[in-house]
């Protein structure tokens, strides 16, 4: 079953932006806290934001804050990643999950490439 859709993707310049998008095929997830990850080449998978039910508290990991937005749209199971002034160790596949990332299976993520 797909349990999550990423998408938005691509390549861009460093210093550019970008905005993911993740449809979200889970019960109750008006109820669940919601997490961007990402996965390097050759790193494991890393937490890098989440955001609560209600879309009032958010949480970033140091490497994003500043940077990337986190949001929802509940009436859509929708949830977002804006993604500003891109630097190439930004560069990874970024995945959608639950907050804390235990639903499976996993989507396929959206490649994210920063390069000149």
């Known amino acids: 079953q797909v349990q999550f859709v990423e998408s938005g993707g691509g390549l861009v310049q460093p210093g550019g932006s970008l905005k993911l998008s993740c449809g979200a095929s889970i019960e109750s997830f008006h109820l669940s806290t919601m997490g961007w990850f990402r996965r390097a080449p050759g790193k494991e998978r890393e937490f890098v934001a989440a955001?609560?039910?209600?879309?009032?508290?958010?949480h970033y990991e140091d490497f994003v804050k500043g940077r990337f937005t986190i949001s929802r749209d509940n009436a859509k199971n929708m949830v977002y990643l804006q993604m500003n002034s891109l630097k190439p160790e930004d560069t990874a596949v970024y995945f959608c999950?639950?907050?804390?990332?235990?639903?499976?299976?996993w989507g396929q993520g959206t490649q994210v490439t920063v390069s000149s």
């Open positions: 955001i609560s039910m209600h879309g009032d508290i958010t």
């Open positions: 999950n639950t907050g804390s990332g235990n639903v499976t299976p």
